[in-house]
């Protein structure tokens, strides 16, 4: 509350207040009131409900604005975490650019211009991606009615046929199909895919990959759970994180990209994700998305 | 290629350490190369020499390359320019389109990637097909697009499409005969690229084919090019 509304506020019972000590002081004089019982009981009961709203209002009042205070605290974060990420990406393409015309226009026969062209290119590829993160963040985006089962099934079919893995998937038929959200189709496929993707990659041919679509309190849950390798319990707090990699995942490509982008562009939805592991028996990633809205 | 008949190219760069190796490899690549450290110092070269194609960065100080692509297309310049873009925005790339740009690049690029798009621009220039990129309306064949309304007509009907496919019919038109993969579609129209979700661009393109009643099979406007992505069949003029 600012301190206007506080002196609007405290201005009645400040007037009341000096008027009694001045009365006290000159004139004293005595009232005696008389009511019935029932009518004095009502005006106590009227000013302790008065007092009651007062209170509860005041403390929903300092709730909110507590919650904005950590809304702020946590977009000034999200800002600070973006222009670093800028900054690097700024500081770092120029010399890339430099390192990839020197290889380019060096004599081919250069002792260990290969390795040099092929680090050059992996970090090139690497703040490539980090900015089209940053692009992602905030690109126009559509929003339109997207039906979660479209996407589940055609990610299934993508990432099945892709690495010929059979992929189950469990919607829900009654008592209604799952309802539609409000967002982007390319974006949302990139994302599911994304998750299921990363199950087939760390988990073998004869393992499980299921994606589940659930209705939950006015959310859409998409679960992708297999049977894999699973992430150590140190790392499943930070796989979501930008150049994030389980230590048992260095042995198959990426970028450590892959979850930051699933993350992002489900945050761009209003929804959530999250990560359930045991190292050695399986990971299930949660997408939760409000259903009709975005 | 012979020194008389080597293009000639303007690399406008403040960083030299770029300038030092990209103006050499293209110089080896066919080229003929000047150098400028800044747009100001581009515009009077440009005055000077006529370069055949600008490829010019964005950031630098004195006159960016935003600012020298605009002053060259006020002044009715419509020499090529690729832009190596810096500015991690999606919407600055799309500006720099907008605003006349034949291609853009990101950096860091593969500079064999900006030799082969320098060539495609200067073929694209030598079939006449230009000054598509900064024109306002264009037509191809019963079909009309207005770039600053945003709007499109199939035989003096006009169609429906949704603003990324209108980007996608933009982009395809205004670059008429020159094959597009799918990745680089993706990533001009949805500003992103990430490898696997290319079936977007697909479904863009059928949703233009549905609007524009274009059939696949026998296609009047766009050509799928198998195992590669598409293409504008038709010739398209300034309108």
């Known amino acids: 509350m600012n301190r206007r509304r506080v002196i609007v506020a405290a201005l009645p019972t400040a007037v009341v207040l000096v ?3 001045v009365l006290l002081v000159v004139d004293r004089r005595t009232v005696v009131v008389s009511a019935p019982l029932g009518t004095m009981l009502l005006v106590a009961a009227v000013i302790v409900a008065a007092v009651t709203v007062v209170a509860l209002v005041w403390r929903a009042h300092v709730r909110r604005a507590v919650s904005r205070a950590k809304e702020d605290a946590t977009g000034s ?7 670093f990420l800028d900054r690097l990406d700024h500081e770092l393409k120029n010399p890339i650019t430099a390192i990839r015309a020197a290889v380019a226009v060096s004599d081919a026969a250069t002792p260990q211009l290969a390795s040099i062209d092929a680090q050059t290119t992996r970090m090139a590829r690497l703040v490539g991606d980090l900015r089209k993160l940053g692009e992602l963040q905030t690109a126009p985006m559509e929003r339109v009615p997207v039906d979660p089962g479209t996407i589940v099934t055609d990610v299934a079919a993508t990432v099945g046929d892709a690495h010929g893995r059979d992929i189950r998937v469990t919607l ?3 008592p209604w199909p799952l309802p539609s959200v409000t967002g982007d189709p390319d974006l949302l496929f990139t994302a599911v895919h994304n998750v299921v993707a990363n199950a087939v990659k760390y988990s073998d041919p004869g393992d499980t990959v299921e994606i589940r679509g659930i209705e939950r309190s006015g959310r859409v849950v998409v679960e992708v759970a297999d049977t894999g390798r699973g992430i150590p319990a140190a790392d499943v707090a930070s796989v979501l994180q930008e150049l994030a990699r389980a230590s048992n995942a260095r042995d198959r490509p990426g970028s450590g990209l892959g ?4 993350r992002t562009i489900v945050d761009r939805h209003g929804g959530t994700v999250t990560v359930d592991s045991h190292e050695g028996r399986g990971t ?3 997408i939760e998305l409000p259903v009709g809205v975005g | 290629m012979s020194s008389e008949a080597a293009p000639r190219l303007l690399l406008v760069d403040d960083e030299q350490s770029i300038t030092d190796s990209l103006a050499p490899f293209l110089s080896r690549s066919g080229f003929d190369v000047a150098v400028a450290a800044d747009g100001a110092e581009a515009l009077r070269v440009i005055a000077s020499r006529h370069p055949d194609i600008v490829v010019s960065d964005v950031v630098m100080p004195m006159v960016d390359g935003r600012e020298l692509l605009r002053r060259l297309r006020r002044s009715g310049d419509a020499t090529p320019v690729i832009l190596l873009t810096h500015v991690g925005e999606s919407g600055e790339r799309s500006a720099a389109l907008d605003e006349g740009a034949d291609d853009y690049l990101n950096k860091p690029f593969d500079p064999q990637e900006l030799v082969s798009r320098a060539r495609a621009v200067l073929r694209r220039v030598a079939a006449g097909a230009g000054g598509l990129v900064s024109s306002e309306l264009v037509e191809a064949e019963g079909l009309r697009l207005d770039r600053p309304a945003r709007r499109v007509w199939r035989d003096g009907v006009e169609v429906s499409l949704t603003p990324k496919a209108f980007q996608l019919l933009e982009f395809l ?5 020159e094959v597009h993969a799918r990745e680089r579609l993706l990533s001009v129209v949805w500003g ?3 490898a696997a979700h290319t079936r977007a661009v697909d479904n863009r393109i059928a949703e233009l084919r549905s609007v524009l009643r274009d059939d696949a099979s026998a296609p009047t406007y766009i050509e799928t090019v198998s195992g590669v992505g598409y293409r504008f069949t038709r010739s398209v003029r300034r309108a």
């Open chain 1, 172 to 174: 829900p038929s009654a």
């Open chain 2, 173 to 177: 038109m205004t670059r008429p005969g």
């Open chain 2, 192 to 194: 992103f690229d990430f």
């Open chain 1, 19 to 21: 008027a009694a000590v």
């Open chain 1, 77 to 83: 974060a999200a800002a600070e975490h973006r222009r």
């Open chain 1, 284 to 286: 299930r990633v949660s």
């Open chain 1, 259 to 262: 979850l930051a982008l699933v």
